[in-house]
């Protein structure tokens, strides 16, 4: 499977984010979706799986719950919009990350791309950075990779300069 990772658009969708996830089979927003437009353009791609964020609206919040936990092949994934990083876990994040253990941990919030391997945990914590136009980021980020099995394979990241 190949699965597009995006966070912080904040109502707008640049094309080349549109593009780099053209391919994926599947699309997990990490939260601050900021407009129905952003998801109904994302449901033409592929299928969503989505959380709200600290600027999403009521409808948003009744639609997407605060945290999804699921699985993808062998791939155990907790999805949260606020979750910290590791070392640096938001307090809600690491008592879902402990009690649940999953494989992948993808979190929003920083606008700040990361992708760090958490050797306590064992886990793969990803936070796309923003893919929206709105914040104090310069460049516009999301991620791309394969889930087999149980392995992660071919990780992209765009980048694209915010104007």
Request: glycine share 8%; aromatic share 10%; charged share 25%.
């Amino acid at each position: 499977m190949k699965i597009g990772i995006l966070s912080d658009t904040h109502g707008y969708l640049h094309p080349k984010v549109l593009e780099f996830l053209s391919t994926c089979t599947e699309i997990w927003h990490a939260g601050d979706i900021g407009g129905y437009d952003v998801l109904e353009k994302l449901s033409k791609i592929a299928k969503i799986r989505a959380v709200y964020g600290n600027i999403d609206d009521v409808k948003a919040r009744q639609e997407f719950p605060l945290y999804q936990l699921f699985e993808v092949e062998k791939i155990k994934v907790l999805m949260i919009h606020i979750g910290g990083y590791p070392k640096r876990y938001d307090k809600k994040a690491l008592e879902l990350i402990k009690g649940n253990r999953p494989d992948l941990f993808v979190s929003g919030h920083s606008h700040i791309l990361k992708v760090i391997y958490d050797h306590q945990n064992q886990l793969l914590h990803i936070n796309p950075g923003a893919a929206g136009k709105y914040g104090f980021h310069q460049i516009i980020t999301a991620v791309r990779l394969d889930v087999e099995g149980a392995d992660f394979k071919n990780l992209e990241i765009l980048e694209v300069e915010k104007r």
